[in-house]
């Protein structure tokens, strides 16, 4: 998957609500920002391999809070299953 999927698909924004998302096994995809601090990112990233959830780390905060139709940067966000 890529960015361009966080503009219309069920996401997540966020640190701490991705991390809720993957605890709760609602994750699919997670991006990372590439230049985000690691202590901020490492434990989510451990997280998702725990999870088994694939994790995509190419993208910038600017980038990927962009894709995500934000005005600030993003650390992390995730695609997560459709709410029924």
């Known amino acids: 998957m890529t960015l361009d999927a ?3 698909a069920d996401r997540v924004i966020g640190v701490k609500q991705v991390g809720k998302a993957v605890k709760r096994g609602e994750a699919t995809q997670v991006f990372l ?3 985000a601090d690691a ?3 490492e434990p989510l990233r451990t997280l998702c391999s725990e999870a ?3 994790v995509d780390e190419t ?8 894709a995500c139709g934000i005005e600030v940067g ?3 966000a995730a695609l997560t299953k459709p709410i029924r």
């Not at 993208?59 to 962009?66: F, M, Q, S, T």
């Open 59 to 66: 993208a910038a905060l600017k980038e990927l809070g962009a």
């Open 6 to 8: 966080l503009k219309t």
């Open 33 to 35: 920002a590439s230049d």
């Open 39 to 41: 202590r901020v990112v």
């Open 74 to 76: 993003a650390a992390a």
């Open 52 to 54: 088994g959830v694939p």
